[in-house]
């Protein structure tokens, strides 16, 4: 298992550090090839993400909807199935991280990514409709929709038969991303969230969730968009309504905040963990890093989800996914960091337990400068009065790479902590002999444990649940992320093995949702991150080879306006029902 593991951390750090070095920092090929990609596209179609936001709107909202147009669901459920996979844990935690390690101003560069991301979305969807696979339907019950398209369509389609062998590499690789970080983790995550806070069994959450699951997606896409149609904006606007109420009551510290992140985006100075000596790029990486992975924009999952959707016309779906960057990044995402930043848990220490055998466990060492890097611990720290007795060019130990200043062995905090401790074996010894697996001291928070203490925080005027908003949907996150990366890898499954495939594709999804809740999955995760980090690359290619077959799309359609047409569509179509309801009725 050690060897697999080994081989899975350096496939890991060739995959997502290999690149360029700028300052003494590695830009990973992947985030370059990502960003370069969202630049090309925003200029080759003239701001298309400025220009046709407003109509993106107005397409979602469903006045443009003609029920006569070939695909399984509407646009907004589209949207929904593809925001129920972005919208996740990413937001949440991924926020946090980039705050801790990139600072405050690693959130404009998160809004700079969404911005480019917003055109990079636009064209995977787009192309995903253009070339989709209409699947004869047997009769109009077919469960498992009569669409199928995605990344593997347009390599083929596109850009040729010869490039087939690629479009399978995708299939196969996303297929399998969607068996692991798309379901398996998050499982993981439900299971480790409902055991910490309720104390449930992992196996017994991982059999309700891998049920509830199991009934939704094997009822297809059609019911996957229903459920989803619920689902996405409820739990989105149970979030962003908690962090409106908190910047509201805070509305006096919302100046100091968005200038904080202006002011840190290009002179970063107040970071906590990884910035502090005006560390610029680190402050990027960070914030690309996390944008990138929140709104998913080139992975080319979400063009999956998109080529179901009911119409004739690709680009009037493009237009609706390029709204995926803009909801999840620069309004969710935004109202995390906000959140973070008024109540200040982003760089104030709190009571922590400290588990010493936790990954969250490190230790630091101070340079010359003051800055503080990651470094293997002495054999033997010793500790007199809750204070190690350590120094400039020594290792000491941390919390998320923050120095802990003083340790105790109580919660209260009354009795510091004498003795030493023994990283190597992950305990600490007092001086009266007794042995010690958990301390205590003040810590600073990271990923959704820091993002749960704001909102407890801010809200405490209203009472003590603010954190419950944080587990509530870190769940309910979990589970619609999962369900949507089902379809995704059942059209990569009917992709490859065609009809047959569907099925037990969905049965073994099911079985690791229970796999995934009862198991420590830190490798899985990384896998998975190293498949996704592949796989990205035959979309990327795709998408800059097939640009100038969107730019053609793109301005036939909005030359021929088809959407008047359709309104009229959708407008006979509601009289129709409506008219059905009376004679029912009479």
């Not at 400039?392 to 009354?414: I, K």
């Not at 980090?533 to 800059?544: D, T």
Request: proline residues 4%; negative net charge.
């Amino acid at each position: 298992m050690d060897i697999f593991e080994g081989i899975v951390s350096a496939l890991e750090r060739v995959v997502w550090s290999f690149g360029p070095s700028v300052g003494g920092e590695t830009i990973p090929l992947v985030i370059i090839l990502l960003l370069g990609t969202g630049v090309y596209l925003t200029l080759r179609l003239q701001f298309i993400q400025v220009r046709r936001l407003r109509h993106g709107f107005a397409v979602t909202s469903g006045k443009y909807d003609d029920p006569n147009e070939p695909g399984d669901v509407s646009h907004f459920q589209a949207l929904t199935t593809a925001l129920s996979a972005t919208v996740g844990i990413g937001n949440i935690a991924g926020v946090a991280i980039a705050i801790h390690w990139g600072g405050p101003g690693a959130i404009f560069w998160m809004w700079v990514t969404a911005f480019l991301g917003m055109a990079t979305k636009y064209t995977e969807v787009t192309l995903a409709q253009n070339y989709r696979d209409m699947v004869p339907a047997d009769d109009a019950s077919r469960r498992q929709g009569t669409v199928a398209g995605g990344p593997m369509y347009y390599i083929e389609r596109g850009m040729g038969k010869k490039w087939k062998l690629l479009a399978g590499f995708f299939a196969v690789l996303l297929g399998i991303t969607a068996f692991l970080t798309g379901n398996a983790v998050q499982a993981n995550t439900v299971a480790d969230v409902v055991f910490s806070e309720f104390g449930v069994a992992a196996w017994i959450t991982g059999i309700v969730t891998a049920a509830v699951i199991g009934m939704v997606i094997l009822g297809g896409i059609s019911r996957i968009g229903r459920v989803t149609g619920i689902l996405a904006p409820a739990m989105a606007a149970v979030y962003v309504l908690g962090a409106l109420v908190i910047i509201v009551i805070n509305i006096d510290q919302l100046p100091g905040a968005l200038g904080l992140i202006f002011r840190e985006a290009f002179n970063p100075s107040a970071g906590v963990a990884g910035v502090g000596t005006g560390a610029f790029l680190l402050t990027l990486m960070w914030g690309v890093r996390r944008g990138l992975f929140s709104n998913e924009a080139g992975q080319g999952s979400a063009p999956i989800a998109h080529s179901a959707a009911k119409t004739d016309e690709p680009v009037s779906e493009g237009v609706v996914a390029l709204l995926e960057p803009f909801i999840d990044t620069i309004v969710i995402c935004t109202m995390t960091a906000l959140v973070i930043l008024i109540t200040g848990v982003w760089n104030e220490q709190a009571p922590t337990e400290l588990d010493l055998a936790s990954g969250d466990m490190g230790y630091v060492q101070q340079d010359g400068a003051g800055a503080f890097s990651t470094v293997d611990p002495l054999d033997e720290i010793l500790i007199r009065d809750g204070t190690p007795l350590t120094g400039p060019g020594m290792a000491q130990p941390a919390w998320h790479d923050v120095v802990v200043e003083r340790l105790f062995v109580d919660a209260a905090h009354t009795e510091p902590f004498t003795g030493t401790l023994v990283p190597a074996s992950q305990h600490a010894i007092g001086n009266d002999g007794d042995m010690y697996a958990v301390l205590y001291g003040n810590a600073v928070e990271n990923g959704a444990p820091m993002t749960q203490l704001g909102f407890q925080r801010g809200l405490a005027p209203l009472g003590n649940w603010g954190g419950y908003i944080v587990i509530l949907c870190v769940l309910l996150f979990a589970i619609s992320t999962a369900i949507a990366w089902s379809y995704y890898g059942d059209r990569c499954a009917y992709y490859l093995f065609g009809e047959k495939g569907v099925l037990p594709y969905k049965a073994a999804f099911v079985a690791m949702h229970f796999v995934g809740a009862t198991l420590a999955l830190t490798t899985v995760w990384t896998l998975g991150d190293v498949f996704l980090g592949i796989v990205i690359l035959p979309n990327l290619l795709a998408m800059i080879f097939l640009s100038g077959k969107v730019r053609e799309m793109t301005l036939g359609y909005f030359k021929r306006q088809p959407w008047i047409e359709n309104y009229e569509a959708h407008k006979r179509s509601v009289e129709e029902k409506r008219s059905k309801k009376r004679q029912s009725r009479d």
